[in-house]
């Protein structure tokens, strides 16, 4: 079945430190691949997506690029902020499951000023 | 409008009680989703309405109902729950890939 391994948290910056999250998946076909952010309290928000090997997706200052043969989608951001303090969650959707997401365990990233 | 809204935000319950959980989206999405997350977990997918129509029930025991009386609302219905059923209930509507979440019902059972 489909899977998707993160790198284990929780993540600790400081402040203007570069940050990468690790994502890679098992799936059939062809997955479209998704990080969302969930801040305290608070649902999951998209942060970005990628439908097609080579694609990039980006959003606030974040990039992932879909690696088909590396089998990775992981996160970057070259400056993190005190307000990127969050849980990410790695995800992907394949053609073969009955369009149901399958998530990573979620990495917990603290930053601090 | 961009948001899926839940309705109410937190919840306490006994263990006999009935209550409901809302979901609305007016994004015109046609998948609408029920997960359960509990604390430092991943969500897990309970139900899939597909057309206002259930299409993945993820063996979820009897005690939650859900509906969808039209194609904006989803309603989450319980019975009778326990103490393990405490957790976050999140809606999520989708419409060509990726979800759009509400911020979820933080329900206790006592």
């Known amino acids: 079945g489909d899977s998707v391994t993160q790198m284990e948290g929780p993540v600790t910056l400081s402040e203007e430190a570069f940050l990468t999250i690790n994502c890679t998946y098992t799936?059939?076909?062809?997955?479209?691949l998704f990080w969302y952010v969930q801040y305290p309290g608070e649902g999951l928000q998209l942060l970005l997506k990628?439908?097609?090997?080579?694609d990039k997706g980006s959003n606030k200052g974040f990039e992932a690029t879909y690696r088909k043969e590396t089998t990775s989608f992981h996160l970057e951001k070259g400056s993190v902020q005190v307000s990127d303090s969050a849980v990410y969650f790695c995800?992907?959707?394949?053609?073969?499951?009955?369009?149901?997401?399958?998530f990573g365990d979620g990495t917990t990233l603290t930053v601090k000023p | 409008d961009t948001e899926v809204t839940q309705t109410p935000k937190h919840l306490v319950m006994g263990m006999t009680n009935k209550k409901s959980l809302k979901c609305e989206q007016h994004?015109?999405?046609?998948?609408m989703y029920w997960y359960k997350q509990k604390a430092k977990k991943p969500p897990e997918l309970m139900f899939v309405?597909?057309?206002?129509?259930?299409?993945i029930n993820e063996s979820v025991p009897s005690r939650f109902s859900p509906e969808c009386p039209n194609s904006s609302l989803l309603n989450l219905h319980l019975h009778a729950l326990q103490p393990e059923d405490s957790a976050l209930y999140l809606c999520?509507?989708?419409?060509?890939?990726?979800?759009?979440f509400g911020s979820g019902t933080r329900l206790t059972v006592v």
């Open positions: 999520a509507s989708s419409q060509l890939g990726g979800y759009t």
């Open positions: 799936a059939t076909g062809y997955p479209s």
């Open positions: 990628a439908t097609k090997a080579d």
């Open positions: 995800a992907l959707i394949s053609n073969t499951n009955a369009g149901k997401s399958t």
């Open positions: 994004m015109g999405h046609r998948a």
């Open positions: 309405y597909s057309y206002e129509k259930l299409s």
